[in-house]
């Protein structure tokens, strides 16, 4: 094998393998992450815990 042919098809190779990741990261399974996306955004009860100096009065 020649250097060339050798560079040829590393280039082919990192390609195909940039197009793979391409594929597997921006395919159709984003439904998972959906409740997880959503999660900052929930109306949470209060959560709030008063600390030490809201609840002491003057």
Known sequence: MDLPLLR???TVAMLLTF???FL???RGGKHRF???AKLPFADA???HSPTD???RTP
């Open 8 to 10: 040829g098809l590393m």
């Open 19 to 21: 197009l793979g990741l």
């Open 34 to 36: 959906d409740e997880a």
């Open 24 to 26: 597997w990261v921006f």
């Open 45 to 47: 009860e209060d959560t």
């Open 53 to 55: 100096s809201e609840t």
